[in-house]
């Protein structure tokens, strides 16, 4: 079998070995012009394979989705549904557009004429924005609420820490995200609606509910002693 930069792949090659001819097609075409990058690894006087592998690597820039998607603590249903939102799969009007499903375009929730869409509903919507910012001054803290990257940016690096403060404010981002989807799905499809407070109050109850598992949080659940202020 020939060595040519075409050379021919059998249909019943194993995986690794097509890895392996892709790679030696990287190294003929890519690899050529960062020859001199890849001599810079080294190690204590001695060239690093371990350094040049990740220079060669593709370079993505970094996202905090793992973070919020592996957080411990917050309830499994709500997991599922901050999962869907952070890879944006969750059903908008937007979406269902495209699938040709025909809906009223119109935000439920803030009734603004507006075309619900992800980056809408979290957290450009009122009543989203609302609910979120009562969370966090429930906490402590101060802050402008911002569109839905940006909010995701934020806690990603919070929760990394694994404090239990951040884990709490994990917690209740995921809550959040999960009882602005369901009460978005009552206005839109049973013709429900809750009250700022009933909602803000259930993920109050939720948070020390299951706060009673995790030993870390008592502190913080003591000085959380009280309902949001709406």
Known sequence: MGLGRDMFIPKQSSWIVRKIIATREWFSTVAISVIPTLQLPIKEGKYSIKIAYGMMLPQYPKVNLKSLVILQGPIPRHQFIIWLALHQRLSTVDRLRKWGIQVQTDCVLCENVVIESHEHLFFDCGYSQH??????????????????????????????????????????????????????????????????????????????IVGQKHVRWALCLHRLNRFPRV
Not at 156 to 176: C, D, E, H, M, Q
């Open 131 to 208: 609910i979120w910012a009562a969370i966090l001054q429930w906490v402590g803290l101060n802050r402008d609420i911002g569109y839905w990257h940006s909010e995701v940016e934020w806690l990603g690096k919070k929760v990394r820490s694994k404090r239990p403060w951040n884990v709490i404010l994990g917690f209740l981002f995921t809550a959040t995200v999960y009882h602005v989807c369901m009460e978005r799905n009552n206005h839109r499809f049973n013709k429900q609606k809750k009250t700022f407070e009933s909602l803000i109050r259930d993920i109050a109850l939720q948070l020390h």
